[in-house]
Nanobody, 121 residues
Framework: QVQLVESGGGLVQPGGSLRLSCAASESIASITAMSWYRQAPGEQRELVATITSSGTTSYADSMKGRFTISRDNAKNTVYLQMNSLKPEDTAVYYC???????????????WGQGTQVTVSS
């Protein structure tokens, strides 16, 4: 079982910045992909950003240019740097780990419990 712990959420003013952290219990170099999702009240959970074990990143269109996903393998941590925050970014942000296990070839998903981000003046 991969344990994921998110931190860094809180209250920030529109236009401000925030950095979320996700600490994993095992080396993230062995995890196929790490992602950030978010879910606003009454809405479906949506993918925000993904980074693969090889370092390839991808973003949802609404976040492209404002958000940056990165990782620090030495610290077993993935980050989400959020700039130019808008009120519509308000949501619970979740860390996700997807692992392809060798040699069984089973794909396993793990989730953190989420961290609240509120953008308001």
């Amino acid at each position: 079982q991969v344990q994921l712990v998110e931190s860094g959420g809180g209250l920030v003013q529109p236009g401000g910045s925030l950095r979320l952290s996700c600490a994993a219990s095992e080396s993230i170099a062995s995890i196929t992909a790490m992602s950030w999702y978010r879910q606003a009240p009454g809405e479906q959970r949506e993918l925000v950003a993904t980074i693969t074990s090889s370092g390839t990143t991808s973003y949802a269109d609404s976040m492209k240019g404002r958000f940056t996903i990165s990782r620090d393998n030495a610290k077993n941590t993935v980050y989400l740097q959020m700039n130019s925050l808008k009120p519509e970014d308000t949501a619970v942000y979740y860390c996700n780990a997807r692992a392809l296990r060798i040699p069984s070839l089973r794909i396993q998903d793990y989730w953190g419990q989420g961290t609240q981000v509120t953008v308001s003046s």
